[in-house]
């Protein structure tokens, strides 16, 4: 196990949400889920950033002190720094240099299962290190072991740019094709008309644990960040006998880095193209407003904010006085104040799931002939039949159907009449 050193840096007059020590303790976390031995972490007030060190070289000296009383083998920032920055640090303090996005993408690397998910980690990591592969190559001579070398390092990096970009350009290919596949799947999901409700959120805000709750499935569940990477859906049949897909995604962070969100955009497609957005806020964590206003930048950048959004205000079994809730319900769209552990109040965010969800099932009274009886069996598994006559010659039938399941039904029975 590496033993860390964790530096979160703030800057004087810093307007930043989320406060240092909430920083500090995220970077705590993930250093954790990366399986890192942390022997101390410190938060660091800077005037600004230097080109060379990031830090001052005064600041950058106390550092190398701490390393050496600690016997540190890695160093880690909670900021990303420059092949510079990064380089000229490990010459100074003599140990290996990580920024919050190696460590981020190391986390990737473990969690990845799908063939999806290790292409999108692979491709993160190595459009990261590209620019990192000048000069003495510091960042491949280490490589081979520990936190930050998962995925591309076991693949020898010992290899030249252009190498890497074909790599990078396979990959690349790799992900269109997996993305068109996903159009295919999409087209044939909205022609039966079944819509689709994703699950958004920061992460460990407890979006597996509602998935699990609401669709009785056995997705991974960890008290750690980004358990969950690869994508997720089950359908579900809601009260009304309407049948969707709810997709469960990557959990989001505070300045979630920007190489990662472009990687794994394949992924993400499922919230761009959902018909109903569910945000799950962990209420028992002092800093849910700032998150909130995370999972809104990433909406944004995605061009998924304008989706409609119900808010499942989730660990309301870790709350001693539950009577905040009444504000926080305030500040968010459409809220339900859960437990998913508890699968308390589902009832409540099912029937916004009910009240907002887009494509709604309409009333149709049909006569099905007997030629076609199968057509029964659609309207029974695909809509709400609220009465039913049967005659000699065919059936009668008053019932609530999406209408792509209504037109399908009609074309069938016109093709018939002709």
């Excluded at 990096?157 to 990959?171: G, S, Y």
């Excluded at 809601?238 to 959990?251: A, F, M, Y």
């Excluded at 206003?293 to 006085?321: F, M, Q, R, W």
């Amino acid at each position: 196990m590496e033993k860390t050193l964790l530096i979160t840096t703030v800057f004087y007059g810093d307007k930043e949400t989320a406060s240092a020590e909430n920083r500090d303790v995220e970077l705590f976390e993930l250093a954790k889920t990366a399986g890192a031995y942390v022997a101390d972490r410190i938060i660091c007030h800077l005037v600004k950033v230097t080109p060379n060190l990031y830090m001052g070289k005064g600041k950058a000296e106390e550092v190398k002190i701490l390393a050496q009383k600690y016997n540190i083998d890695t160093v880690i920032l909670n900021n990303e720094l420059s092949p510079t920055q990064q380089r000229n640090l490990e010459e100074l303090i003599g140990v290996k240099i990580l920024d919050r996005t190696q460590l981020i993408m190391d986390i990737f690397a473990r969690h990845a299962r799908s063939q999806e998910g290790k292409i999108q980690v692979e491709l993160a990591q190595l459009e990261y290190f590209l620019p990192r592969l000048s000069g003495k190559g510091i960042m491949l001579s280490r490589l081979g072991g520990g936190i930050g070398t998962r995925g591309p390092g076991e693949q020898k990096l010992e290899v030249d740019r252009r190498t890497i970009r074909r790599r990078i350009a396979k990959l690349k290919e790799g992900l269109l094709d997996l993305s068109q596949h996903r159009k295919v799947s999409r087209k044939k999901r909205v022609d039966a008309g079944i819509p689709l409700v994703s699950l958004v959120g920061y992460t460990n805000a407890g979006k597996s644990t509602l998935m699990n709750a609401l669709t009785a499935s056995s997705q991974i569940v960890s008290d750690s960040l980004f358990t969950t990477l690869d994508s997720l859906s089950r359908a579900i049949v809601l009260p009304n006998n309407q049948k969707v897909i709810l997709s469960d995604t990557v959990g989001f962070l505070y300045h979630l880095p920007h190489n990662l969100i472009e990687a794994f955009k394949a992924t993400l497609e499922e919230v761009k193209e959902a018909d109903l957005l569910i945000h799950v806020l962990d209420v028992s964590n002092t800093e849910f407003r700032e998150h909130g206003y995370s999972v809104s930048n990433v909406l944004s950048e995605l061009g998924a904010i304008d989706k409609p959004i119900i808010t499942a205000l989730n660990k309301i079994d870790k709350l001693e006085d539950r009577s905040i809730l009444a504000e926080v319900k305030e500040g968010f769209p459409h809220p339900a104040a859960i437990s998913a552990k508890n699968k308390e109040n589902l009832d409540i965010l099912i029937s916004l799931i009910l009240q907002y969800l887009p494509v709604h099932l309409k009333k149709n009274k049909l006569f099905i002939p007997t030629s076609h009886m199968r057509l029964i069996d659609i309207i029974y598994k695909e809509g709400k039949v609220e009465q039913i006559n049967y005659r000699e010659d065919g059936v009668e039938v008053d019932a609530y159907l999406p209408e792509a399941v209504l037109n399908k039904i009609k074309n069938i029975l016109n093709t018939k009449n002709t």
